[in-house]
């Protein structure tokens, strides 16, 4: 069992920026990728960011691109977000996710074993 807990949401103006962090714990060497979703009030949940532990490249939604970071510390097994350029419509619960064994694309929250319990993003205009 993998665990994932999120941290750093809050409330910030449109243009501010906001990190998030995803501290994983449990069996995190079976793991082959992490995410970051979001999800806001009566929408579905969304794609937002994916790195691959065995490849250097990230993957981004087109909605984030250029405004979104994701990094990681192996040493303290996190993953960070760091958001920027916020906007109202990036408010929403934001969840770390990660997968074991995935196939196909990383950008399916179905491909995804272990998830957080979100932290709550909400940008003010």
């Known amino acids: 069992q993998v665990q994932l807990v999120e941290s750093g949401g809050g409330l910030v103006q449109a243009g501010g920026s906001l990190r998030l962090s995803c501290a994983a714990s449990?069996?995190?060497?079976?793991?082959?990728?992490m995410a970051w979703f979001r999800q806001a009030p009566g929408k579905e949940r969304e794609f937002v960011t994916a790195?691959?532990?065995?490849?250097?490249?990230?993957l981004y939604a087109d909605s984030v691109k250029g405004r979104f970071s994701m990094s990681r510390d192996n040493a303290k097994s996190t993953m960070y977000l760091q958001m920027g350029s916020l906007k109202p419509e990036d408010t929403a619960v934001y969840y770390c996710?990660?997968?074991?064994?995935?196939?196909?694309?990383?950008?399916?929250?179905?491909?995804?074993?272990?998830w957080g319990q979100g932290t709550q993003v909400t940008v003010s205009s």
């Open positions: 996710a990660a997968t074991a064994g995935y196939r196909g694309s990383l950008s399916y929250s179905s491909q995804y074993n272990y």
């Open positions: 449990g069996r995190t060497f079976n793991t082959d990728a």
């Open positions: 790195l691959r532990w065995n490849g250097a490249d990230t």
